[in-house]
């Protein structure tokens, strides 16, 4: 399974838009991008998947360039209750996806 | 998510002692997992289940076992506990037909091995 690179942690403000770049520079051909946020004490919750260009949903977008050694997850105008861990993940869907979370970017947003 | 329960929420028990973790779903999918989470750290995949026969090793499977006795139920056992498995340990499941194949977590046992 490819290794993510994501921040430590960041800090934003309500209202701003939040951007949390992860480096995956051994992704394979068939592995797909996977977010999830964790607030404390809860178990992760499913973001955003996508495997090439641009996904979006209610809750985030996900970009991916052409080389998919990165991602960047946007969070647009982010809350306070957007205070959490986020984890990004690289692997197969075929076979089962045998997730491999690392440490995650904690997010803080501050009022 | 209410779909996926784990019981016990809390556990205090002491070395040596064996503990089993359950964990039960409604959503009807056919794969299950077990992570533990140590505090500041990411996940680790214990074991995983695609279906009622198959059990599958992950990351950091020494010192647990596993059960899948019905679709909807699987247990985790520590036939030892020692204090290095103070966690918190997560079941998931996921849906092998669905297109992004996104795992469910359940809420979550907080475990305490003295």
């Known amino acids: 399974l490819a290794k993510t690179t994501q921040p430590i942690s960041m800090d934003s403000y309500e209202g701003q838009e939040v951007n949390i770049t992860c480096s995956h520079n051994n992704i394979a051909t068939n592995d797909y991008i996977t977010w999830y946020q964790q607030f404390p004490s809860q178990g992760p919750r499913f973001i955003i998947q996508g495997y090439k260009t641009k996904v979006t949903n209610e809750v985030a977008s996900l970009f991916i360039p052409a080389d998919r050694k990165s991602s960047t997850l946007s969070l647009p105008r982010v809350s306070l209750s957007d205070t959490a861990v986020y984890y990004c993940l690289v692997g197969a869907q075929t076979g089962g996806f045998k997730t491999i979370f690392g440490a995650g970017t904690r997010l803080f947003v501050k009022a | 998510d209410a779909d996926v329960t784990q019981t016990p929420r809390n556990r205090i028990t002491k070395t040596g002692k064996r503990i089993m973790l359950e964990c039960s779903q409604t959503?009807?999918?056919?794969?299950m997992y077990w992570y533990r989470q140590d505090p500041g750290l990411g996940l680790r995949l214990i074991y995983y289940s695609f279906d009622v026969k198959d059990i599958n090793k992950g990351e950091i499977s020494d010192g647990y076992s596993v059960s899948r006795q019905a679709q909807a139920k699987f247990s985790l056992s520590l036939e030892s506990a020692i204090p290095n498995q103070t966690a918190l340990y997560f079941c998931?499941?996921?849906?092998?037909?669905?297109?992004?194949?996104?795992?469910?977590f359940g809420p979550g046992t907080r475990l305490t091995v003295l």
């Open positions: 959503k009807g999918h056919d794969r």
């Open positions: 998931a499941t996921s849906d092998q037909d669905s297109s992004y194949n996104e795992q469910f």
